[in-house]
């Protein structure tokens, strides 16, 4: 897939503001600084379509971008560590999951983990509520060029084992680094077969 625009539309607090619209949609999360803003201005080729930071919680809405007129990208907030209040969290836990569990538009959502470190729980616990809540995930490998080559086969072998205690299948999983622009085009291949099944 070649992504020919990509706009900023809207953030909003939760699904009450969300787009009105029947576009499919595709939404990124992941632990609080897992590079997830980042991998989206990789993906879409626009270096400031999302802001980044280095201080964990810079995403703090669910904010919408339209690609190519013919799909939304969503940037959620990242869970986890962040230098807000515990009711904040709860509030922002809140709103993700009932934007997850109401979006009748929503394809798939990217889940993001670290791959330079080992599994984490919270990540595990977030996988194992997507799979009971019946909503379509993938799990995106970041930062695959932030560890060695031994240690990074060791951690994304940890996360698998980890999953198949809980999983008979595994859902897909991309590998991707924003240094080296790898998993650009296997993600966005993806999307557009997700698009076209949707669309029958």
Not at 71 to 79: E, F, K, S, T
Not at 80 to 100: H, P, V
């Amino acid at each position: 897939m070649q992504i020919h625009s990509a706009k900023y539309i809207q953030s909003c607090p939760d699904i009450t503001g969300c787009p009105v619209t029947k576009l499919p949609e595709f939404a990124f999360i992941g632990r609080s600084n897992v590079g997830k803003s980042s991998l989206i201005n990789m993906i879409t080729g626009h270096n400031k379509l999302a802001l980044t930071s280095k201080k964990p919680g810079k995403t703090r809405n669910i904010n919408h971008f339209l690609i190519n007129d013919a799909w939304y990208l969503v940037d959620l907030p990242g869970y986890g560590f962040a230098q807000i209040s515990q009711l904040q969290r709860e509030l922002w836990l809140k709103s993700i999951q009932e934007y997850f569990l109401k979006r009748e538009n929503l394809k798939n959502v990217f889940l993001l983990v670290d791959s330079s470190i080992p599994p984490q729980k919270k990540d595990m616990e977030f996988i194992n509520w997507l799979g009971v809540s019946h909503i379509p995930f993938s799990i995106v490998f970041t930062k695959t060029d932030k560890a060695k080559a031994l240690q990074l086969q060791k951690n994304m072998a940890d996360f698998k084992a980890e999953l198949r205690k809980t999983w008979d299948e595994l859902p897909p999983i991309f590998l991707s680094s924003v240094e080296k622009k790898s998993g650009r085009e296997e993600i966005l291949d993806y999307i557009k077969r997700c698009i076209e099944q949707a669309a029958g």
